[in-house]
């Protein structure tokens, strides 16, 4: 996780560290705390939901709060307690964050390279481990003393088949 929180000054704190509720083991969880959980980066993640609609903003803090169902009571109302949040956003044309990278997750630009370098990865991978079961089902089939011009025939006349 980078240090965003440099990159982007304090005007998240009040979104950032407002209580979310009493977690099942008592302790009081936050904004920051939820995400982070998540292996969300807070900060971006704070700036995207600010340049995102007001209930867009809603709906996508609500499943980031509904997704940690073992933290939180049964009784939480994630959408309830989402616009009390998103209220605490800074509301400003700088935080526009383009569509394509809100849908595609945080952090996704960032990831793109790693993305495609692991797929490349996996790739060359799954060929060689093709290319080895295939080169190992050959030298099984074939029993290693006979070639496959070899063919076999009986010395018994009465035993072989006429054309």
């Known amino acids: 996780m980078t240090n965003s929180a440099s990159q982007l000054g304090s005007e998240f704190n009040a979104f950032l560290f407002a209580?979310?509720?009493?977690?099942?083991?008592?302790?009081?969880?936050?904004?920051?705390?939820?995400?982070?959980?998540?292996?969300?980066?807070?900060?971006?993640?704070?700036?995207?939901?600010?340049?995102?609609?007001?209930?867009?903003?809603?709906?996508?803090?609500?499943?980031l709060i509904a997704a940690i169902p073992d933290e939180l009571p049964a009784s939480h109302d994630a959408p309830t307690v989402a616009t009390r949040l998103v209220a605490l956003l800074p509301r400003s044309p700088k935080f526009n964050v383009s569509p394509r990278m809100v849908a595609a997750g945080p952090g996704f630009l960032a990831n793109s390279k790693g993305v495609i370098t692991m797929m490349i990865f996996m790739a060359v991978v799954l060929a060689a481990q093709a290319f080895l079961a295939n080169?190992?089902?050959?030298?099984?089939?074939?029993?290693?003393?006979?070639?496959?011009?070899?063919?076999?025939?009986?010395k018994n006349p009465s035993q072989n088949p006429r054309p």
């Not at 050959?138 to 003393?145: D, E, F, M």
């Open 19 to 63: 209580p979310i509720g009493e977690g099942r083991n008592g302790m009081l969880l936050s904004v920051l705390s939820v995400l982070a959980r998540q292996d969300i980066d807070p900060w971006r993640e704070a700036a995207e939901l600010a340049g995102l609609p007001r209930e867009n903003a809603i709906r996508r803090l609500s499943s």
């Open 135 to 154: 080169r190992f089902e050959s030298t099984q089939t074939k029993p290693p003393h006979l070639s496959s011009a070899s063919v076999v025939t009986s």
